[in-house]
Structure formats: structure tokens, C-alpha cells
């Protein structure tokens, strides 16, 4: 919304504009998959006029870009992700950056970066850490990027995960290097929908972490290609 505002405000001013999708989606999606609030027609209908005065629009959703195609008829657009660089995340030595980070030398280490809330998975990530305890298991959760201020911190703390408030990236780069397996257990549908493939995950793939996400979906290739690099899932089991 505060986007859609924004653009409506820069109308008169008749400049360019270059929009990078980062996330989010359309109202009337919100209408068909949550709440039957005739509001968000209202909303949907000031979204579709923004189109007018977009440039061009980079969209890194597959869903997104196929509804904005092929339902919206929308031109003046491209299915672009983001960038990372990848002369500066590298795979490392994973014992030398443990010993450094002081992380455990003899588990599997499952790593996520974001936000520490139920919306970004964390709280799916908690239940497969439990189980996998529970059948003896030698893993450690990382929570990496969030605040204590996230609904999820004080659940996480409370199964033992291992957590790591917001850092800068070269900290966060041995984070990853440090890492097995990098998840992101979104199981929302429109957030797997229109939320793209996601920065952190094309960062822990440079530094040679396979992943575990559903929104690996979006990388531009076939369900082949894409299992080279992690596995999609379908539910906590």
C-alpha cells in the first residue's frame, strides 16, 4: 500500500520509474486466499492503476510474472532476481570458521537468516528441530538476522536454538560458511507465491550451503535443475 501511494504521489512529476519487486502481492489475492474483505477490491483497483506511470517492472516471482503477463497483460516488465556477488560469498573452511564463530565442530548445523517470526517459517523450523532431537539427532538450529523484539524469538530461545541478532555482512558470511544446510520453511502459500527466491538463499548457495525451501521454486529452470541445489517440501514430515 505504501508503495502504491508513493507512485500515485510521484504522478505529476513525470519521471521515470524502475520498480524492483521485494516481496508482498496483490489485494485481490488476499481476497480469494484469506479474508472475503470487499476493501481489498478498493485497494487492488489503485494498485492496477500504478502500472500507468511504472517504467519498467522487475518482478522475481515466476507466479507473479506469469499473472502479470499472461492475466494483467502487462509489457513493460522482466522476470529478474536479485543479485549477490559471488567473488565475495564463497564457500570456506567450514572447521576453521566454527572454531571462530565458536559453533560446535561435530553437528550438523541447520542455518536461516531473517526475521525471528512465524511468517518467515521460524516456528516450522522449531518443530523439525524438536523432532529431530527427539530421534537423537546430532544437529544445532542458527537463527541468524532477527530481534528479541520477534514473536518467535522467545519460543526459539525456549528450544535451544542457537540465535544471532542482525549482523553485518562479512559476520553473516561466516554464518554461512559455517552451515549444512540453509532452510527457509515458509509454508504460506502467497508468501511461497509472490515472495521470490530470496536474497539469503542465493547467498548460502554461493558459499556452497544446499537448501531446503519451497520458494526455491522461482529459479528460472527446471524442477531437474533445481534439485541440484536444494529440495522444495510440502509439509513438516
Avoid at 516471482?61 to 543479485?83: A, H, P, T, V
Avoid at 540465535?163 to 502467497?190: C, F, G, N, T
Amino acid at each position: 500500500n505504501f508503495v502504491t501511494w508513493l507512485l500515485l504521489k510521484l504522478k505529476p512529476m513525470n519521471v521515470p520509474v524502475l520498480y524492483q519487486h521485494r516481496g508482498g502481492w496483490f489485494s485481490n489475492f488476499d481476497y480469494k486466499f484469506r479474508r472475503k474483505n470487499p476493501v481489498s477490491f478498493l485497494t487492488y483497483k489503485k494498485q492496477l492503476e500504478i502500472f500507468k506511470y511504472i517504467t519498467h517492472y522487475l518482478s522475481g516471482s515466476r507466479f507473479e510474472y506469469d499473472f502479470l503477463k499472461n492475466d494483467l497483460k502487462i509489457k513493460n516488465m522482466s522476470f529478474f532476481m536479485d543479485g549477490v556477488d559471488f567473488n565475495y560469498f564463497t564457500p570456506g573452511d567450514k572447521t576453521a570458521t566454527r572454531k571462530k564463530l565458536n559453533l560446535p565442530l561435530d553437528k550438523k548445523i541447520i542455518l536461516y537468516v531473517g526475521r525471528f517470526d512465524a511468517f518467515n517459517g521460524v516456528d516450522n523450523l522449531l518443530k523439525v528441530f524438536k523432532k529431530l532431537k527427539e530421534n537423537k539427532y546430532n544437529v544445532e538450529l542458527l537463527l541468524v538476522g532477527g530481534y528479541k523484539q520477534n514473536s518467535s524469538y522467545q519460543l526459539a530461545k525456549n528450544a535451544g536454538a542457537l540465535m544471532v541478532e542482525r549482523v553485518q555482512e562479512p559476520k553473516l558470511k561466516d554464518y554461512y560458511q559455517a552451515a549444512d544446510i540453509y532452510s527457509l520453511a515458509i509454508d504460506d502459500y502467497l508468501y511461497q507465491s509472490f515472495g521470490g527466491f530470496g536474497t539469503a538463499t542465493i547467498q548460502a548457495l554461493a558459499c556452497g550451503v544446499p537448501v531446503l525451501s519451497y520458494n526455491i521454486i522461482h529459479l528460472p529452470t527446471s524442477m531437474e535443475e533445481i534439485n541440484k541445489i536444494g529440495r522444495t517440501f510440502t509439509s513438516i514430515e
